[in-house]
């Protein structure tokens, strides 16, 4: 994409705003969902009985308040008390280790041009696969879930250290751990029926589809329809101007110049949502306990190579769009840069950023134990996340970087239309 860089305010009409968007593509398309669907939804996402010991939803991880994240580098899930930076550990119910990648946030899933999920792309859109979709669960997954948005939205209610909970605390956690999960009477099933005894949902399921048992997956259609409708972030300066309504600023319209243009970020963040929805290999500082199944004592990352087995994919992972994200730092997969700033100048050098990386950049809770730092002491870890790197180094000034976040700042639209429930028809405490 070229864009002609303005030499003024007044130089910068909207019919060059209007030929930007030709080269975006076509404007993205989301899905509409029933209005009904849409309201069980959020009731269902706000509502800790999906949790195995009732005590955390699905906004406790991704709350509006928080941009749709949970506001922290690396989140505490099961044993852990308060929302955001006051989320501590309780005490009485410590966690086993810290939950290993940064909580993605959830602006404009409900578009159709987003089918991979999760940092290292596990759970995606696969025509090739029964029932359209390929998850970890392989043959084991269940049919009935109407998008790859519906399945993974539903994937942390059987992680211990999210949602579960631990060994023997209760029934979901027990299931879990003997690997009962979509089996009959497996995980899934218990918490369905966790749902199905309390009246107002049985009502309101009645109502969208009569004669149906709630089964796992339809909590997960509905909860999926509201992510939907409940987070389109598309209306934004950006894209006002880009709509020939509105004119950009002038500093955010020289970084709008830059971005496109000579500091190559779109080469990854491209298109209206500033995302090729593939997968890159940044040199991004790994903290915290590592991506590893239960039974590995390792704590590398190693991203998108846990799912293809590709060497060519070590420590990629997928391109996040930039919508709202002013609003949802920490940054990167592990959540290591706290300050939007800090995780740019990283894409000017990578290697040498995460090379001189301090833990001090992210955002921790107090977590006894936890060897935060273990990954980035180990010289030939880095040295191996170094030599993944995909970016070229990039010189930009101070100037150009402050031009970049102006740009950025355009990219804003924290639209919420439900908010926040005032109850549950659980009656468990909602998450404000």
């Not at 003024?8 to 009904?36: M, N, R, W, Y």
């Not at 299931?175 to 009246?199: F, H, K, N």
């Not at 290591?336 to 950049?361: G, N, W």
Request: negative net charge; contains cysteine.
């Amino acid at each position: 994409m070229r864009i002609q860089v303005a030499t003024s305010a007044v130089g910068i009409c909207l019919t060059l705003s209007v030929a930007q968007a030709q080269d975006l593509g076509p404007q993205p398309e989301f899905v509409e969902p029933d209005l009904s669907s849409v309201e069980l939804g959020q009731l269902l996402f706000y509502d800790p009985i999906l949790s195995g010991n009732k005590n955390i939803s699905c906004a406790t991880c991704h709350h509006p308040k928080l941009g749709t994240s949970d506001g922290l580098s690396l989140g505490v899930g099961e044993g852990g008390a308060g929302l955001g930076g006051k989320r501590k550990l309780a005490q009485d119910n410590t966690p086993e280790q810290r939950i290993p990648r940064n909580s993605p946030a959830m602006w404009n899933l409900g578009a159709l041009e987003f089918t991979t999920f999760f940092h290292d792309g596990r759970l995606e859109a696969d025509p090739s696969q029964p029932n359209g979709i390929r998850t970890p669960l392989g043959t084991h997954m269940r049919p009935g879930f109407k998008s790859a948005l519906a399945a993974q939205a539903m994937f942390p209610v059987l992680s211990p250290d999210e949602m579960a909970g631990h060994y023997s605390e209760n029934e979901v956690s027990k299931a879990v751990r003997l690997g009962l999960l979509t089996q009959e009477g497996g995980a899934w099933d218990l918490i369905a029926a966790r749902v199905a005894v309390i009246p107002e949902y049985e009502k309101r399921f009645e109502e969208i589809a009569p004669g149906e048992d709630i089964t796992f997956t339809a909590i997960a259609n509905v909860i999926a329809d509201f992510i939907a409708f409940e987070w389109r972030a598309d209306n934004s300066l950006f894209d006002r101007a880009m709509r020939g309504e509105e004119r950009m600023p002038e500093q955010a319209q020289l970084g709008m110049e830059l971005f496109y243009g000579d500091a190559a970020c779109s080469t990854c963040h491209s298109g209206w949502f500033q995302t090729d929805h593939s997968f890159h290999s940044i040199a991004m500082p790994q903290i915290g306990p590592g991506k590893a199944a239960r039974f590995e004592n390792h704590v590398r990352d190693d991203g998108r190579l846990r799912v293809t087995g590709d060497a060519k994919d070590a420590f990629a992972f997928r391109t996040p769009s930039l919508r709202n994200v002013t609003l949802t730092a920490p940054y990167g997969h592990s959540g290591a840069y706290t300050r939007l700033e800090d995780v740019v100048r990283h894409h000017l050098d990578p290697v040498a950023a995460m090379r001189s990386y301090s833990i001090e950049k992210a955002d921790l809770p107090e977590f006894s134990g936890a060897e935060d730092q273990k990954a980035m002491l180990d010289p030939q870890h880095v040295e191996a996340i170094a030599a993944s790197n995909d970016l070229a180094l990039i010189r930009l000034n101070d100037e150009e970087v402050d031009a970049i976040l102006s740009f950025l700042n355009t990219l804003e639209d924290p639209a919420v239309r439900l908010g926040v429930p005032e109850a549950v028809p659980s009656g468990l405490p909602v998450d404000r």
